[in-house]
Nanobody, 121 residues
Framework: QVHLEESGGGLVQAGGSLRLSCAAS????????TAWFRQAPGKERELVAR???????YYLDSVKGRFTISRDNAKNTLSLQMNSLKAEDTAVYYC???????????????WGQGTQVTVSS
């Protein structure tokens, strides 16, 4: 497992931008598939974006064209650039890591503590 710590959440107006970062330590970051999940109050956790160690990328349909996931293996960091934010993007955002190439949610065995993103309308 790898230790993950998110930063960059906060309060932003609708239409604004935020950049989330996730710092990894304690493992070979470049060998992990990494992802951003989110969980809104009263809703199930959902996969927002995923980037594999081979740089294959997946996005949730509702964030395509607005969010960009990236990773810097030299710095052991994962990022999520969020533009044109909407009220429905409000949630706690978690970074996660898995050694599988295309993991299901249950295959992610390393999780950060989460960072709150609140979008005011």
């Amino acid at each position: 497992q790898v230790h993950l710590e998110e930063s960059g959440g906060g309060l932003v107006q609708a239409g604004g931008s935020l950049r989330l970062s996730c710092a990894a330590s304690g493992g070979t970051f470049s060998r992990y598939t990494t992802a951003w999940f989110r969980q809104a109050p009263g809703k199930e956790r959902e996969l927002v974006a995923r980037i594999s160690w081979s740089l294959s990328i997946y996005y949730l349909d509702s964030v395509k064209g607005r969010f960009t996931i990236s990773r810097d293996n030299a710095k052991n960091t994962l990022s999520l650039q969020m533009n044109s934010l909407k009220a429905e993007d409000t949630a706690v955002y978690y970074c996660a890591a898995s050694k599988l190439i295309v993991p299901r949610e249950r295959d992610f065995d390393s999780w950060g503590q989460g960072t709150q993103v609140t979008v005011s309308s």
